[in-house]
């Protein structure tokens, strides 16, 4: 054909096709290129985009099926009938071009350029990474150690109560996500979320998480991944300081020259301020310095915690397909009524445990985390109701103090030991205390609490009309082997950093850029990885 290269491709996307959980692979290929009018032998490479579980129950029935959206590659001058009227008909579509983290318009004086990433969370690494790729000198500060060395403090914490401030689940490489269960997931669409994807593949990730719907890591592979990103970025030319917590920017007309630690000052061109949403001293700092900060809403609330299998059944049924998915999930949600706020679950960790996720001494705040395999009986998850500046306040650091006092409310409850207070599902209902062993796989150990006291009442009007409806979509939801543990604090940062759309820089400082979780920019792993990456293009593409 004119106009067309020899060797050249193209790209055709197809989505929305369904196939059963036990199909074989070849068989699913089969079943795209029909859906798509491509002759199998006509192929050229193929790519899953996303595959999701469709678990819903049709006619009384339980039909377990995957649905499908895939990449099919062919010859640019391949021409079917049914090709054309599938594109006619919407279901095949060209395939977006692909995006990558070498960028093609690096501006000239960014090459060499002296750049401080604070932090080394998804954010933190990601806009390191992009940076050193296109000609940055990076240096990477983390307060918490590297990886190998985290298990250290975390150990002694739950053998002695003694925590260390500096270095626990939330501080430390790959931020609080090296322990929760790596969910990467999102609800965004970005061109930059594959080259991500395929960086964290490229470090020991499972190949799957590039397309998978509900894809996750585990905090065991976590562990792998993060040394072997470290090494690549190492090679790009990024210097790693760990145990060197950012104490003092300088600044002067209004641009930081240099970020200070413990051990001296490190001159820089470009600071990206990555804290995580637990760097509640980082904030005061950044304030001192001149940069806006301003109070935005969070979420609040507990973990529920299951037998895994009561999950297993409600969501897959038994049966091989069952068996085959392994350990199930949900997403919950419970819109608002009246004056009772909505309510949703949040970080759902299948096969996983509840841990004690703090960083200051005397408070108390829950989290979750689960290995790839699943392997735990129990099953738990966030329920949690939003709040903003009208019920906290609206000075910058008002949630962080409403935070704090929960915090400290549930700490004392435990009795002080960072035990947890709990309640089981029937009993929070009911308004009554829960009598008997209270067993759940948080190492702290549970204490029995009137969890309908201690939280917030907005929280509890939420729960209280949410965990009925619950019990309807996951039965047994909120019975007695439901068991509600408090508190939950940090699954949303309470500031946000305010910054110019287009350019990312923060209000009041022309060379900062605040990114990710912390800076009230992201919500997850993913999301905040991609925050990170956008950010360094921004700055990489722009001229001043």
């Known amino acids: ?58 006619d009384g029935v339980r039909r377990l099926r995957f649905v499908l959206q895939a990449d099919l590659v062919v010859d640019a001058t391949y021409r079917s009938a049914a090709l054309s009227r599938a594109v006619k008909s919407g279901r095949v579509l060209e395939a977006p071009p692909r995006d990558s983290l070498e960028r093609g318009r690096v501006h000239s004086t960014r090459k060499g350029a002296r750049v401080a990433v604070l932090g080394s969370g998804p954010a933190g690494l990601f806009a390191a990474l992009v940076l050193a790729r296109n000609g940055a000198k990076v240096d990477l500060f983390e307060r918490g150690d590297p990886v190998e060395r985290r298990s250290q403090p975390l150990v002694r914490f739950q053998r002695t109560g003694a925590l260390d401030p500096e270095s626990n689940l939330l501080y430390g490489e790959g931020g609080a996500g090296t322990y929760s269960d790596g969910k990467i997931y999102t609800r965004v669409d970005d061109p930059l ?9 490229a470090c020991g990730a499972p190949p799957e998480i590039v397309h998978d719907a509900r894809a996750h890591i585990g905090t065991d592979k976590l562990h792998r991944v993060l040394p072997a990103l470290r090494g690549r970025m190492q090679a790009l030319g990024v210097t790693f300081h760990f145990r060197a917590r950012i104490v003092d920017l300088v600044v002067a007309d209004a641009r930081v020259r240099a970020v200070r630690t413990a051990e001296g000052e490190h001159a820089c061109d470009l600071v990206v301020v990555a804290p995580g949403h637990s760097a509640r001293d980082t904030f005061e700092m950044l304030m001192a310095r001149g940069v806006v900060v301003e109070p935005k809403p969070f979420q609040l609330g507990v973990r529920i915690e299951h037998p895994q299998q009561l999950v297993d059944r409600a969501r897959h049924g038994i049966g091989p397909e069952a068996e085959a998915l392994g350990a199930a999930s949900y997403g919950l949600v419970s819109s608002a009524d009246g004056a009772v706020a909505s309510a949703h679950s949040f970080c759902m960790c299948p096969g996983g445990r509840i841990v004690a996720s703090v960083n200051e001494a005397g408070h108390l705040c829950t989290n979750g985390m689960s290995n790839s395999t699943h392997s735990s009986r129990w099953a738990n998850a966030a329920l949690v109701a939003t709040f903003g500046p009208e019920d906290f306040g609206h000075e910058p650091l008002a949630g962080i103090a409403f935070q704090r006092a929960i915090e400290r409310r549930f700490f004392e409850a435990g009795g002080s030991t960072y035990a947890a207070p709990a309640q089981r599902a029937a009993d929070f209902l009911a308004r009554r205390p829960s009598v008997g062993s209270l067993e759940c796989s948080y190492r702290f150990g549970a204490t029995p609490g009137r969890l309908d006291e201690l939280l917030p009442s907005r929280v509890v009007d939420a729960l209280s009309r949410a965990l009925p409806f619950w019990d309807r979509v996951v039965p047994g939801f909120a019975g007695l082997e439901g068991l509600l543990v408090g508190v939950e604090t940090r699954s949303a940062c309470p500031v946000r950093i305010p910054r110019d759309r287009a350019s990312f820089r923060a209000r009041g400082c022309a060379n900062l850029l605040p990114v990710g979780e912390g800076a009230g920019w992201a919500g997850g792993i993913m999301s905040a990885a991609l925050d990170g990456a956008r950010a360094a293009v921004a700055w990489l593409e722009s001229e001043d």
């Open 193 to 201: 979320e594959v080259p991500i994807l395929e960086e964290l593949v």
């Open 1 to 58: 054909m004119p106009g067309v290269q020899q060797g050249a491709t193209r790209t055709w996307r197809v989505a929305g096709v369904e196939t059963g959980v036990l199909v074989a692979e070849h068989q699913r290929r089969e079943l795209l290129c029909v859906a798509a009018g491509i002759e199998p032998g006509a192929l050229r490479g193929l790519r899953m985009v996303k595959q999701s579980l469709d678990a819903r129950v049709r």
